[in-house]
T-cell receptor, first 113, second 111 residues
Framework: DGGITQSPKYLFRKEGQNVTLSCEQN?????MYWYRQDPGQGLRLIYY???????QKGDIAEGYSVSREKKESFPLTVTSAQKNPTAFYLC????????????FGEGSRLTVL | GQQLNQSPQSMFIQEGEDVSMNCTSS?????WLWYKQDPGEGPVLLIA?????ELTSNGRLTAQFGITRKDSFLNISASIPSDVGIYFC???????????FGAGTRLTVKP
């Protein structure tokens, strides 16, 4: 079945550590996105990529980094520079950049201890 | 960036009742989408709207793209317990601009 797979679903990190969240899609979509979700707030865009080897900062990119070496994969690294990293992270993809619907993964919940 | 105003924030209703929620924006949007998110899961698309005035149904769900292109509403008729979740609106000003999301409406349905 086609879809988006995020891993891990739950992750605990100590302060000062970097952590990488995985996102893989087999929908043959060109565009991929990372959103952050905090309680009572809408989804906020961290980074997006419209094509392989290219990505753009979203509204809240500080303290995060991404890579897009393959069409299917768009990993997100939460660095120690991110001041408040505890959140629910959602990866999404679409056929092309910001057109039509976004397909979301099941999310990864990161907790900093 | 431009955010959407979604209301109400939460709703507590009895099974069988109808539900209505809406989103407004200060700028004109070309696309409105409605998503539902179950606890601990990613949002799933319910309805997509691409034309001003468009009224689209998906089972018990009906959504409309406002004629001013600055608002959209979602109605759920005859609610059932599995309607519980958070409903998000999302809008896009034009192609190649990112999708903006409302803060969500948390729906609780009492059997």
């Amino acid at each position: 079945d086609g879809g988006i797979t995020q891993s891990p679903k739950y992750l605990f990190r100590k302060e000062g550590q970097n952590v990488t969240l995985s996102c893989e899609q087999n929908l043959n979509h060109d565009a991929m996105y990372w959103y952050r979700q905090d309680p009572g707030q809408g989804l906020r865009l961290i980074y997006y990529s419209q094509i392989v080897n290219d990505f753009q900062k979203g509204d809240i990119a500080e303290g995060y980094s991404v890579s897009r070496e393959k069409k299917e994969s768009f990993p997100l690294t939460v660095t120690s520079a991110q001041k408040n990293p505890t959140a629910f992270y959602l990866c999404a993809s679409s056929i092309s950049g910001f057109t039509g619907e976004l397909f979301f993964g099941e999310g990864s919940r990161l907790t900093v201890l | 960036g431009q955010q959407l105003n979604q209301s109400p924030q939460s709703m507590f209703i009895q099974e069988g009742e109808d539900v209505s929620m809406n989103c407004t924006s200060s700028s004109i949007f070309n696309t409105w989408l409605w998503y539902k998110q179950d606890p601990g899961e990613g949002p799933v698309l319910l309805i997509a709207l691409y034309k001003a005035g468009e009224l689209t149904s998906n089972g018990r769900l009906t959504a409309q793209f406002g004629i001013t292109r600055k608002d959209s509403f979602l109605n759920i008729s005859a609610s059932i317990p599995s309607d519980v979740g958070i409903y998000f609106c999302a809008g896009q000003e034009n192609n190649n601009n990112d999708m903006r999301f409302g803060a969500g409406t948390r729906l609780t349905v009492k059997p």
